[in-house]
């Protein structure tokens, strides 16, 4: 007899299952969820299974796997030609438009809304073109995809900065929106492009969507693909490729003095956004000034060495499943008994416990608190699919920390804290004070080369090649 056990239902046509066998065989179930069990043929003769193979297809097995790999192939190709529609749309339909209208958009108005777009749409139009290349029209599952990603690696940190940039473009817009002439004139360019019925910020989105993407369609590819297919190992490195932002984190993580308690991958997956704020915590009173990472799940604090401004020691985290957002307006404020001004809280649900946030603009408040929801909103969507980083890759990433922590001597200590954050006075662990002036590039820089003129921190933030 067999143990079977379905592990993928999410084809509607096709179920993906297991079988152990125990004592007799007999042929697998060739399943369609459409029109139920029947009894199959099989590739497994006499109860016999290929030891190396750890999932099946129920019923003939290559058959099965190679038109799911042509599935995949083809869901592929057809969300690239999409893609590069939404991207002429954007350019030829938006940008282009509204550079004939000078009384309405200023140079660096239309460089903050638009960002590289046109550097990502040529750049996608030579990714097609290369993907069309190696597409087998008569039998897609013998595509040989992979190469074309490792080939274009490098173009892909172009998303970097339109990714980087977004948030900017999202409060310009919803600037500009206030105005009713706006609103008439994006609805007009949407009309004269014969656009698809989403409003302008929604195609501004595609990229930060699509680049979020690959990584998840590469691993599907993955699952379907044989190891003795001739694209297995191509898939595989270019998923990896797209996946850097786990060894990143993790880089990052052993870079920081002092870090205590778990790994950030444990819980996180993304870093969305940092910068430098001042801090009150309500127990302790005192002003702090610390550069903040905000990653999906929690908030993690650092400190600047007074004399290496480059060098960061850990200071604490805060667990952002218990917390809430609360903007506040300036003024006296009656928790802390200070006067604010561009301050927000984060407020404990459970506890009442309380943080205080002060930035030196309202413009950073305001993209603080965008982040907060963006990181809300971002759990929401994990939870929803179901994403987790496997116990693989954080078996990886933990290697990583420590490898680098021993190569620059970095003090490290992974233990389970008491409390989620730690109970003891996360502000009694030395003062000093930031001067003014101190620049955004200058929260931290990766001692590896870099690809792109932004700071290390900027380019695995959020909304670069990594995860969905």
Request: hydrophobic content about 35%.
């Amino acid at each position: 007899m067999a143990n079977r056990g379905v592990l993928d239902a999410s084809n509607k046509d096709w179920w993906w299952g297991q079988i152990v066998m125990k004592k007799d065989g007999f042929p697998p179930l060739w399943v369609n969820q459409e029109d139920g069990v029947e009894e199959g043929t099989s590739d497994v003769q006499n109860g016999h299974l290929d030891p190396s193979a750890d999932c099946l297809c129920l019923g003939r097995t290559v058959q099965n796997r190679d038109q799911m790999r042509a599935n995949v192939i083809n869901e592929i190709m057809s969300t690239e030609r999409h893609y590069i529609k939404h991207l002429k749309d954007i350019c030829e339909g938006y940008l282009k438009q509204c550079r004939k209208r000078r009384d309405m958009f200023s140079d660096e108005q239309l460089k903050i809304i638009f960002g590289n777009i046109e550097d990502i749409y040529r750049f996608q139009m030579g990714f097609v073109r290369d993907l069309e290349k190696q597409y087998n029209n008569e039998d897609p599952h013998l595509s040989e995809i992979g190469p074309c990603f490792l080939e274009h690696q490098d173009g892909f940190w172009i998303y970097s900065e339109y990714c980087n940039n977004h948030l900017d473009a999202c409060m310009e817009l919803s600037k500009l929106m206030k105005d009713s002439r706006y609103q008439h004139f994006f609805e007009a360019c949407r009309l004269l492009q014969q656009m698809i019925d989403i409003a302008i910020d929604g195609f501004l989105l595609t990229p930060v969507q699509k680049i979020c993407k690959y990584p998840l369609q590469l691993a599907e590819l993955l699952k379907y693909t044989a190891q003795d297919h001739s694209d297995y190992r191509y898939v595989a490195a270019a998923l990896a490729v797209m996946r850097n932002n786990i060894d990143k984190i993790a880089q990052w993580q052993a870079s920081v003095l002092d870090w205590r308690y778990n790994d950030i991958l444990d819980r996180s997956s993304e870093l969305i956004y940092t910068g430098e704020m001042s801090w009150i915590y309500q127990p302790y009173g005192r002003n702090q000034q610390r550069v903040f990472f905000l990653f999906d799940h929690q908030l993690v604090l650092c400190k600047k060495d007074l004399i290496r401004r480059d060098i960061l020691y850990y200071k604490g985290r805060i667990d952002l499943d218990k917390y809430e957002v609360v903007d506040t307006e300036d003024g006296r404020d009656d928790d802390f008994n200070v006067s604010m001004k561009n301050a927000f809280k984060l407020h404990n649900k459970e506890t009442e416990e309380m943080h205080l946030f002060f930035t030196k603009k309202l413009e950073d408040k305001l993209r603080w608190i965008r982040a907060f929801r963006e990181e809300r909103k971002m759990v929401k969507e994990d939870e929803k699919i179901g994403f987790e980083i496997s116990e693989n890759q954080k078996r990886q990433a933990a290697m990583t920390v420590k490898k680098v922590s021993k190569q620059k001597g970095v003090s490290y200590s992974k233990s389970v804290p008491p409390a989620y954050p730690p109970p003891q006075d996360p502000l009694n662990q030395g003062q000093y004070m930031v001067t003014d002036g101190i620049s955004q590039s200058q929260v931290f820089e990766f001692t590896e080369p870099r690809r792109s003129q932004a700071p290390f921190w900027q380019n695995f933030s959020r909304l670069t090649p990594f995860k969905k």
